[in-house]
């Protein structure tokens, strides 16, 4: 059974950082392409971030030189490095597994951390 299991999350002050992780298991991990999205009270989950098996990065424009995803295959693990904190980037942040398997896109989710930037 593959599992997503989001850490790292907290209340922050704006200007400030988290480092958010989120480990997977159960399936291979160094194949898959990796995503953050986040999702704000009363609003649309939205895209955040993507890395692919191969390295290549994408990020939504709100985050560009502030966020930064990275992936650690040998601990199974995405990261996303956020710093200069806004209070609208308080939201409950997922990760998001994409895997191919016999030609099928199987897509699996975390259960969310809350981040709250705030004074």
């Known amino acids: 059974q593959v599992q997503l299991v989001e850490s790292g999350g907290g209340l922050v002050q704006p200007g400030g950082s988290l480092r958010l992780s989120c480990a997977a298991s159960g399936s291979i991990f160094s194949t898959a392409t990796m995503n953050w999205y986040r999702q704000a009270p009363g609003k649309e989950r939205e895209w955040v971030a993507t890395?692919?098996?191969?390295?290549?990065?994408n990020y939504r424009d709100s985050v560009k030189g502030r966020f930064s995803i990275s992936r650690d295959n040998g601990k199974n693990t995405v990261y996303l490095q956020m710093n200069s904190l806004k209070p609208d980037d308080t939201a409950v942040y997922y990760c998001?597994?994409?895997?191919?398997?016999?030609?099928?896109?199987?897509?699996?989710w975390g259960q969310g951390t809350q981040v709250t930037v705030s004074s």
């Open positions: 890395i692919t098996s191969g390295g290549n990065i």
């Open positions: 998001m597994k994409i895997e191919v398997i016999r030609g099928v896109q199987r897509n699996t």
